[in-house]
């Protein structure tokens, strides 16, 4: 069972940076994404960076690119995925989640919530101005 936990979430003044990080356990097999969401109130899911987990290729989506980071480290037990928040904007105010998924798809794919089973409880973001 693919077990996901995210923490560093917290409260940042626009401009800022936050680092938020999700402790995945469960891995059986390799082959897999690694990706964060982000949901504000009201709105739907949105794929904001999808990483594959031997690859480490990332997926941005148009909305982060250049200010987000993702990265993996991979141990023996435990992987854990990073998100490198810069520059942060009121518009990335949001719960972040972190989700896995085995299945064979591109980056694109990847950055859409319904290719996922496994999810995260979330960690929330707030961004003032």
């Known amino acids: 069972e693919v077990q996901l936990v995210e923490s560093g979430g917290g409260s940042v003044q626009a401009g800022g940076s936050l680092n938020i990080s999700c402790s995945v356990s469960?891995?059986?097999?390799?082959?897999?994404?690694l990706t964060w969401f982000r949901q504000s109130p009201g709105l739907g899911r949105e794929g904001v960076v999808s990483?594959?987990?031997?690859?480490?290729?990332?997926?941005?989506a148009d909305s982060v690119r250049g200010r987000f980071t993702a990265s993996v480290d991979r141990g023996v037990t435990l992987t854990t995925l990073y998100l490198q928040m810069n520059n942060l904007k009121p518009e990335d105010t949001a719960t972040y989640y972190c989700?896995?998924?085995?299945?064979?798809?591109?980056?694109?794919?990847?950055?859409?919530?319904?290719?996922?089973?496994?999810w995260g409880q979330g960690t929330q973001v707030a961004v003032s101005s």
């Open positions: 990483t594959h987990i031997i690859t480490r290729r990332s997926t941005y």
């Open positions: 989700a896995a998924s085995i299945r064979g798809m591109d980056g694109t794919q990847a950055l859409k919530s319904q290719n996922y089973d496994d």
């Open positions: 469960g891995l059986a097999r390799t082959g897999y994404w």
